[in-house]
């Protein structure tokens, strides 16, 4: 992969370990969505067994994509992610428009639908007036991209701590919810009409974020043998927690309870501590937001420097600051856009909801086009790397064909009648964003002296 050397200052240094790997994975995994898609899972599935089986299908599909992004990110283990990937696998072009999008639509939406969350849940505990969650969102995002301009040791020591205690609270959820007991009417079939297809859309969302670990391969110390460790063992402990946690939701109120429910965290916890469980659930959600803000905008400043590394035209991108090892043009990107978006979805009627119409059809379409690179690459590696996926090509297959079956669904989704009419119009907007990134590139080429 060529590169404008002019664009180049400094390099990532290895400084993450197996655990701060798997720490900051974990973080851009479990968010807000363990908290509110159960709920919605449970009214599309036909009994209790059926609920567990999607969650850990979930866990199933999302250890595929690993196993295939391990497979990856030992062929091309540096910065840069699925830029990389798409890069050396379909051409330049399509790693600059992905990275675009990315720089955009995908990560910048996905730090402003999770700083929403977090405005939600804080305003609950002390609210800042009308605009409350857009405040709150707007102040996250500027305190993380500070934080992670002041190093890569200190973001991922705050990570460590952040993720240490949304865990404990997840336990304590799982935990509070099986010692709560069986509700005291037996549950009636929650499912029966609902969708699966459905109910895997909200699983998977929940699930989302794993691949994120790639973004940080340049950083990893050993990154051919680590990043497998990293990716295979983050899945696992997410797959594991999101067990427990539903198990207790389940144990507590039923399926049937599940499905009316509104906080069905909140639900779980007061049964077995009364009142005081709103304030609790709360501190925990914000929690989970912030780790997952810290993570997304960790690894999404490192696409964008590892796009102004190979073009000229985003040069000041590519500059990496040897003190505190981290890419401080890049960081400010994106928040500056992140900020922009958020800004944006204040008006709207909600700005969570409003993200993810605007940023899943492209974030599927480039999760597809990943996939399927790793056939490219088989076909025409002269040697093998260091880990291949295990059943090839059933494991990849069934990858890119949930990513495909999801961006149908993304786009889909805007055909509900509560949906479509409210965010409909964001989801083309999201495409259209994507789509300038071609006109984009071929400016940007003509002033790359690298071509």
């Known amino acids: 992969m060529e590169r404008d050397q002019g664009a180049v200052s400094g390099a990532p240094k290895q400084l993450l370990s197996v655990s701060d790997g798997i720490v900051l994975l974990c973080g851009m995994v479990i968010g807000a969505g363990i908290f509110k898609a159960p709920s919605i899972v449970a009214g599309n599935t036909p009994d209790a067994a059926g609920f567990m089986l999607v969650w850990l299908a979930g866990g199933v599909v999302s250890l595929c994509g690993a196993l295939v992004y391990a497979e990856l990110s030992a062929r091309y283990p540096e910065t840069g992610g699925e830029y990389a990937f798409l890069t050396r696998g379909m051409g330049r072009g399509v790693g600059f428009v992905f990275a675009w999008s ?12 999770v700083a929403f969350v977090f405005g939600d849940y804080a305003s609950e505990m002390l609210r800042l007036g009308e605009r409350s969650a857009a405040i709150y969102a707007a102040l996250g995002v500027v305190a993380l991209t500070l934080l992670n301009l002041a190093g890569t040791v200190e973001s991922k020591t705050l990570q460590k701590i952040m993720q240490t205690l949304l865990f404990a609270g997840l336990l304590f959820i799982g935990i509070a919810g099986l010692l709560a007991g069986a509700p005291e009417k037996p549950a009636a079939a929650a499912g029966g009409a609902g969708s699966l297809g459905l109910a895997m859309i909200f699983v998977l969302l929940t699930y989302g974020g794993w691949n994120e670990a790639a973004y940080i391969a340049g950083e990893v110390r050993d990154a051919r043998r680590n990043m497998i460790r990293i990716l295979v063992w983050g899945i696992v402990v997410v797959t594991a927690l999101y067990l427990l946690v539903n198990f ?9 309870g599940m499905k009316e429910s509104k906080a069905v965290a909140a639900d779980a916890v007061r049964l077995a501590v009364g009142g005081k469980a709103a304030v609790l659930i709360a501190l925990i959600v914000c929690i989970s937001a912030l780790t997952t803000m810290n993570a997304a905008i960790f690894t999404g400043a490192r696409t964008n420097y590892a796009l102004g590394r190979d073009f ?13 090892s981290t890419p401080a043009n890049a960081l400010l990107l994106q928040g500056a ?9 204040a008006t709207t009627p909600d700005g ?12 599927w379409t480039f999760f597809l086009l990943t996939g399927i690179t790793l056939f490219v690459f088989r076909l025409n590696a002269s040697e093998p790397p260091a880990f291949r996926v295990p059943l090839y090509p059933l494991v990849p297959i069934a990858f890119v064909a949930t990513c495909a079956y999801m961006l149908y669904s993304s786009i889909d989704y805007i055909r ?11 989801v083309l907007a999201g495409l259209v964003v994507m789509a300038l990134g071609i006109p984009l590139y071929f400016l940007a080429r003509g002033k790359n002296p690298a071509k």
């Open 248 to 256: 207790g939701y389940l144990s507590a109120l039923g399926l049937a």
């Open 352 to 363: 969570f909801s409003a993200m993810v119409a605007y940023t899943a059809p492209v974030f």
């Open 416 to 426: 509900n009648p509560d949906f479509g009419p409210k965010f409909g119009n964001l």
């Open 337 to 345: 856009v992140a900020l922009a978006l958020v800004a944006a979805s």
């Open 102 to 113: 990315r720089m955009t639509v995908i990560q910048t939406g996905a730090i402003a639908a």
């Open 312 to 324: 000229g035209f985003f040069r000041a991108l590519g500059r990496w600051r040897e003190r505190g």
